[in-house]
Structure formats: C-alpha cells, structure tokens
C-alpha cells in the first residue's frame, strides 16, 4: 500500500462517521414524513397511532439511515475528488491517486507533492459535521407530524363540553380495552380463536381506538356498540350450538364404545337393556318366566293330546263328509294355537336367557367401570365436561391453562392402554372440541355482556345506585354475569350503608339521550342524578307518614343522605 | 527530482520574461500572461482590440525579451501571399533564388490581418499550421519556436475580410485587450512621454522558449480534470450528447477538437506556472475563453438577444459545473 493510499484510510473513516450523520438525518426526515403522514391519517380517523409507534418508526428509519451511512463503500477515486474539491488541493490527489507508480518525469514529484499536502490536511476539518438540509428537514417534519399527532389528539382546541364529551369517550375506550383484553388477548385465547372471533376482536379494537382517540360522537359510539354486541351475540349462539354438538357427539360415541364391550363378550341388546335391573326384580322376573314357561308347556302338551285325538279320529273311514270336516276344521285350529303357544314358548325363553346373561352383562359393566384406567378416563372427562360447562355459563373455565394441558395428555395417555384407543380418541376429541366451543362461547359471552354493560352505562352516564359497576355487568338478558363479592353470592350479608357512588367530575352531568328503539337494551340512560330530587322527595315522605318499617328508616334515610352528599362533593 | 527543477526553472524563465515585459507593457497583466502561455504551449495567439492599446509594442517586446527574430505584417487589401510567404526572384546567376518573406522569422505580428484578401490570409494558414511555406513548388521550413501574433479591430469593418473559421481556429488563443484603467494610463502616460523610456531586456533565448514548450508536454492530466476539459468542448456543440442548453440556443458551431487541445495545453501551462504537476479543473476554467470564444460560432439568436461568445462560455462553464458535483455528499 503506497503513502498516499494509507493516508486516505482516516478521511474514509471520517466519510463513514460524516455519512452516518447524514444518513440519519435523512432516515430521521422520511421517518418523520412517515409519522406526518400518518398522524394525519390518525387526526382523520383513518389509521390510528400512538406517540411511541411514532417514535418507533422515527427511531428505526433514523438507524437505518445510519447504518446505510456507515456501511456504504466510499471509493478512493471518489474520496480523492472530494478532498481535493474541500481542501482546495486543485485536483493533486485525483491526479496523484491516479499517477501512482506511473513513469512520466512528473509523477514522483506529483506523488510528493500529494503526500505533503494531505499531511496538512485534518479530516474533521476536511469533513466537518454540520447540521445540513435533511437535519432541518428532519426537525421540522418532526415538528409536523408532532402537530399534527397532538390536534388530533388533544382537545386544546374544543370548547368545555366537547372536552368533557371527549374525556368519557376515552373513559368508554379505556373499558372496551378491558373487555377486549380479557376475553381475547390472553394467550390462551388468542390460540383458540376463530377467524370470526379474531374478525370480531379486530372490530373492537379499532372501536377501542376510536373511543379512545374521541373520534367519534357518542350516537356513533353507541351504533357501533350495538353492532359489536349483535355480532358477539350471533357467535356466541352459533357457539353454543356446536358445543351441544360435541357433547352429543361425545356420548354417541362413549355409547358406542360400551355396545362394542359388550358384543366382543357376546352379549345382545336386551341383556344390555336388563343390566339396569336390580338383583330382586331380576329373580322375580325370571320366576315368573319360568312359571309361565311351565303353563305354556302344559298347555301344549294338553292341545298335542287333543290333536292326537282328534288325528286318530279321522283316521277312521267310516267317518262322513260332514265329520270329517268338522274333524279338520278343529285339527286346524289346534295347530294354530300349538304354533302361538310355541312361538311363546321361545320368546320365553330368550326372556330367561336375558334374565340369566343379564347378570353375566351387568358384571361386565361393573368389570368396566371398575377397571382403574376406564374409571380414570370418565373421571377426566367428567371434569372436561364441568369445565366446558362452566365457561359456557359464565364465560369462564374452572381450570387453567396449565391444568387443561396436563389433563389432555393424561387422557391421551390412558387411551393408548385401552383395547380400542381409536373409539376413545374420538371420545375425547369430541369432548375437548365441546370444551373448546364452550371457552369460545365463554368469551363471545364475556364480550357481549360487556359490551351491554356498557350499553347499559349509556356510555359513560355516570353510574347510579344499582347500575353496573366495574365487576358487575348487567346485560339485558337480566343476568348477572359475574360476582366478584363471594360474600354476596353466598348470601352471607351484613346490614350496612349502601353507598352511592356518584361520578369524581363535578360540573354538568353529561348523558345521551336515545330515542325509541333503545340503544340500551331495557335499561333507562337517564342519570340518576336528574331522578335523585324527586325519589328523595318520595323517601322523605314515605319516612313522614312512617310507611317504612321502623328498622329500615335509618338506613333509607342514611342512603339518601349519601347520594346526595356523593352529587355535592 | 530533476523534474521538480524542470518546474522551478519554468516558472522562473516564465516570470523573468513576464517582468521583462511588463517593463514596457503596463497593466494587461492578464494579457501578457496569457500570451506567454501562448508561446510556452506553442500557440498562436489573435489580439483583437482597439487600436493603441499596445498590442504591437507587446509582441515586440515579448521578442526581445526572448532575443527572437520578430518581424511584422502590416496587412491592407492589396497585400499578396508573395508579401508574406517570400518568393522566387531571379538572382545575379540567372537563377531563381528563393527571398524569404517575413513569415521566416521565431515571432510574427500580423498587424489588422483582417484587412487581407483571404488570398492573402490564407497564405498564413499553412505557415501557422505546417510551420513551412510553399513557394513554387518548393517547402521551406519556418524555424522553430514559431510564433504567429494576430491583431485585429473590432471597429472598422469596412473594407475587412473577417477571419475564415478555418483560420480562427489555428489560433490557439484568442485575446480581447481592454483599456487600461486610469492609473495604468497614467503610468502609459508618464512612461512614453518623458526623457528615458524602458526597453525590455533579452532575459531568455530560443533554447529556453524551446525547452519550456518541451516541459509543459510533461506536465499529467487526471481522467477527472480531462473529462471536465471535455465536458466543457462537448457542451459548447449546439447538439449531441452534453451539449448545454445555452449552446443549443445561440451556437451555430460549437469548438473543434483543436480547441480541446487548446484547453488541455493552456491547462498544462497554468498549472504549472501556479507551482503544481498537476492540471486542475481551475486551470481549465481560467483558459476557458481565450481557448475558445474564437472557436464557437454564434447565431443570429444569440446577436439578437446580445450574447457574445464569451457570456455563452460562462454559461457552458456553470453548466458544466453543476454536473460536476462533489462525488462524496456528507
């Protein structure tokens, strides 16, 4: 390597510190014309974003744009050119650079020359870091998409009661956050989900976004509520019908599994159908069987002697048409009731027969109940079955992920030790197929009873005596879906003050009026606050006229007093 | 390190001939230089200016400085090649004898050439190019160094005979003389009118003028700065790839290949004169106009529209300049 080249090596790596710089700037500028932009979108409601998804994209196109800088190669000829272009060298070391190890008379001078003027020179006085156009550009889109971001975004330009509408609106967005969170953003959940569901999740959390940006009026809000709430509705329905599905299906086939038990001991039906029998009605039965075995044999044995008679009869030749006739006739008759007798005399005796194997297969049942693994897998899958019920009721399972997992493999596990491990996998598929049906119902519950309940707050109405709270939602199928208080649900309560929880804000009540049909279900949207005078009113009077009963006054009274302290604070 | 005595001595010689002229001359620094350029690249140079401005007394003394034979043509209309060539005569032993003209000299003034018959003029071209003459028949060589000096008016066109562009184009510069500014006239005044008037000394010799034309051949080009050269030729042609869009609009002809040579050779000079071994894209800007306002040819447009072909070579240059940018952008 000559001087000359050796000496370039410190200017190239300044280029790479100086392009860095500049390439930062430049990612840092498209990365804020990216922002702009997009917070423009997000004041237009079009495509939603946050300060840190902002910083993210600014973030990462600036290290780009830096890495680009660092790594771009810087060619000699080009480095050469543009410190003679800086340093005012007039084109000494492109010439130098070019000449080396030439043979014309002035090359080893040109070389020399070079050399000493690049010794002269300091790279960061030949590349200097400088704040350029794309740094400018960069602050000032920066600047933009700041602006922009923060009028979409704050409510410094909205009037006093558009503010206020615009903070319950973002309260509103903060709950449906919480609904969509628990029943769909849980791992659990997010593995299990249908493309509906997943459809359906996506919906709420642009609903969210929107709440949460105050992007639409509280009417939209309100529509869009309701149309989330039908189409959670709609899949919890559809749900639930393939869970009954895949319960029928599940017994279908555990009932198939037992039919098959009992074939391979060669077994019929009817025996299958007199194991139920107990050991006495058994006994009883099979006597009377036998009894009336004995009657049917006696009464054959009397219509063959008869037939005997009456054959021996004809035999005679001396006997006239008219006889005769009569004769057969009579014979004929003996012989249909000697083939109903007989065709009882069998039934008769399959009945005796059943009695008897009746035993053999209610011992097979008892052998297969008690066999440990079978009596293991029916435990499971019994708990299975409470599991998937209980999310179809309450939107909740009774066990774990962890649990679920650990059950399913043990599961697996005894059907691979039993004769016919196809039969019992599909059991079992049935049965988890139910429980996942279940879980998803579960869910579309959980987002639909949330959604009514907040339907039922009139969207951020603020919630009254008896109105749902936080843990307790009240759909307008009249249900409560959840109850956090186990000291409620037991019944186990203690006389105390009910007390009122008014809304924090003080100033005007803000609420929605809904005209017919109802946006929210059967409840009333009216705050409690514009009722409270006149129910207060009514209280005071019936206290007056000594209406209530002596030991409940205190309490409604303390009641009253406590709403109307809660509105005044 | 004998080529960096080369250098040294060239810029020295330079210099002593330059002072030795600029004794006699005063002011036109530009000019003078330029014309020494002119002689150290071995060029013709055209002087076009008004009339008194010492085009005649610098050529003289650029001779003397030089201690070269000089000689002058004073051109008129009824001048013959025969003037300026020589020609046969018949001598004392009844025999053709060739008399040498004035063109036989190291440095010629063709005083207002535009005032010969292109007859006349023509009969310039073949010493200017070929450095030899023909005359019945017969070449004569002219002895180097070889050095044609034209002047013209631009003012008194009647009865001219404006140069062919096939002449122009030999020249290897063209110089506009300026007036001198006031204080130059006052030092041309206290000068030529007082008691002892200066004459330059012969401070070089027909050797060194040789040597000097040898050592700037020596000097390198970079691909870069000869591509610049280039660019700046090309974007003169009123069309073709890099033509510039001034010369689109008010040139008829753009330069001829001489006028690159022109440049790179002028290029070579001033480089070395400014102390380098190098040739810079500067040294090409500051030979720009003199190599090549002679060499485009201007049309009607641009006589309309006022542009003469030096605010057209400005217009090149800057074009030609924005397409040169710094290849590393930090």
Known sequence: MSNLTSRFKKFEVRVRIVRSWRGMAIGACLGAGACAVWALLDWRGVLFTEWSWMGAVLGVSALAGLMAGALLRVPQAALAASIDRRAGLEDRLTTARERQGGEHSFDDALQLDAEEKILTLQPNKVFPIRFGRWHGGALVLNALAAMLFLLGNTPIMLGEDARKAQEELKKDGKTVERITKKNFETPEAKSEMSEAEKKLADEMRKYQRELEKAHITKEESLQKANELNEQAEKLAKMAAQSAQQSLAQAETIRGQMEKGELQKAGLNDLAAQMASMSAADRKEKLAQAKKEAKDIQKQLDELKKQLDVINKKLANP????????????????????????????????????????SQEARDIFKKMMEDPIYKQIMDLARKLEQDAESASQSGKGKMTDAEREALRKELEELAQKLKDPKAMKEYLDALLQAMLEAKRLGRCNGLSSGINGLLSMGLTSPPGPGAPTEDIWHGDSGKVYHLDKAAESKGKTTTSVISGQAREATGPQAYVEIKAPSLVGNRSSVPYQNVLPSYAKKAESALDRQQIPKEHQKRVKEYFESLTDSKKG | MSEQIDATWFCETFERVRSEVQKVIVGQHEIVESTLVGLAANGHVLLEGMPGLGKTLLVRSLSRALSLDFSRIQFTPDMMPADVTGTNVLGEGRIFEFRRGPVFSNIVLADEINRATPKTQSAMLEAMQERSVTVGGKRYELQEPFLV?????????????????????????KLIVPYPTKDELREVVNRTTGSQEQEPQAVATKEDVLRLRAIVREVPIANAVLDYGLSLIVATHPEGEGSSPVAQRYCRFGSSPRGAQSLITAGKVRALLAGRFNVSKDDLRASLKPALRHRILLNFEAEADGMTADKVLSQV????????RDPIKV
């Open chain 2, 149 to 173: 000096m034209a002047t013209q008016n631009p003012v008194e066109q009647e009865g001219t005979y404006p140069l062919p562009e096939a002449q122009l184009d030999r020249f290897f510069f």
């Open chain 1, 318 to 357: 001396k006997l006239t048409p008219e006889e005769r006739k009569k004769l057969e006739k009579e014979k004929s008759e003996i012989q249909k009731a000697i083939s109903a007798l007989e065709a009882k005399k069998l039934e008769n005796q399959a009945m005796q027969k059943a009695l008897e194997m």
């Open chain 2, 317 to 324: 240059q800057e074009f030609v300049d924005t397409q040169d």
